[in-house]
C-alpha cells in the first residue's frame, strides 16, 4: 500500500543551525512528493514539489529537498533555520489518483 | 487568482447535532476537492475527494459524508456527531492534471 512516513515526530535545533527533516514514501512508481508547513491553527502551505527531473529542488523560505531514488526518500533541509521556522512539517506524496498522502507530521522546535 | 474558503473557522457542537461545514474555491473550474480530518498528534487523514460534480470518493468509513452540489463546492455533513468526530478539519482543492493541493484555513471542531 502507498504510504509516507515521517520518522522524527519532534526535533529541536538551536536558531541559525542547520536543519534536516526525513521522509521516506512507499509507492509503486515514483509519486509526485510534495512539503507543506503548517502554523498553529492554521492550514498547510505549500514549500516545494518534485515531480520529475532534477532531484534537488527549492522552495520558498529558504528551503530546498532532495529526491533519493534509492533510499525512497525526499528529506527536507535548510541551511540555517530562523526563529520564525518554528512550525509542523508534512511530507506528502500523491499518484495519478490525485489522492494526497500525508505523513504523520514533524514538530520543528528552535531554540534561541 | 485562485482561493479557497473554508468556515466555519471554529465550532463546538453537542453530542449527537448535525454538522455541516462548506468549503468553496474561486479563481479555477473544474477542480479536484478534498476534506482531510487532522486528529491532536496525528498526519492529515483523507477523508473525500471529488473529481466532478456529484462525484465522491470516500476513504474510511465513518460518520460522515460529503458533497459537491456544485462545481466550486464541497460540504462535509454529519446527521449525528460523535464525540471521535472532534479535530481539525481541512478543504482542499488541486488543479485537473492532480498534484499540488492548496488547502484552506481549516475548522477546529470540538464536539462535548
Known amino acids: 500500500a502507498q504510504s509516507v512516513t515521517q520518522p522524527d515526530i519532534h526535533i529541536t535545533v538551536s536558531e541559525g543551525a542547520s536543519l534536516e527533516l526525513r521522509c521516506n514514501y512507499s509507492y509503486g512508481a515514483t509519486p509526485y512528493l510534495f512539503w507543506y508547513v503548517q502554523s498553529p491553527g492554521q492550514g498547510l502551505q505549500l514549500l516545494l514539489k518534485y515531480f520529475s527531473g532534477d532531484t534537488l529542488v527549492q522552495g520558498i523560505k529558504g528551503f530546498e529537498a532532495e529526491f533519493k531514488r534509492s533510499q525512497s526518500s525526499f528529506n527536507l533541509r535548510k541551511p540555517s533555520v530562523h526563529w520564525s521556522d518554528a512550525a509542523e512539517y508534512f511530507c506528502?506524496?500523491?499518484?495519478?489518483?490525485?489522492?494526497?498522502?500525508f505523513g504523520s507530521g514533524t514538530r520543528l522546535l528552535v531554540r534561541p | 487568482s485562485q482561493t479557497i474558503h473554508q468556515w466555519p473557522a471554529t465550532l463546538v457542537q453537542p453530542v449527537g447535532s448535525p454538522l455541516s461545514l462548506e468549503c468553496t474555491v474561486e479563481g479555477t473550474s473544474n477542480p479536484n476537492l478534498y476534506w482531510y480530518r487532522q486528529a491532536a498528534g496525528r498526519g492529515l487523514q483523507l477523508l473525500f475527494y471529488?473529481?466532478?460534480?456529484?462525484?465522491i470518493s470516500s476513504e474510511v468509513p465513518q460518520n460522515l459524508s460529503a458533497s459537491r452540489p456544485q462545481d466550486r463546492q464541497f460540504i462535509l455533513s454529519s446527521k449525528k456527531l460523535l464525540l471521535s468526530d472532534s479535530g481539525f478539519y481541512l478543504c482542499?482543492?488541486?488543479?485537473?492534471?492532480?498534484?499540488?493541493?492548496?488547502f484552506g484555513q481549516g475548522t477546529r471542531l470540538t464536539v462535548v
Open positions: 471529488s473529481v466532478g460534480i456529484g462525484q
Open positions: 482542499a482543492w488541486s488543479a485537473r492534471d492532480g498534484g499540488i493541493a492548496f
Open positions: 506528502a506524496g500523491g499518484d495519478s489518483s490525485y489522492k494526497l498522502i
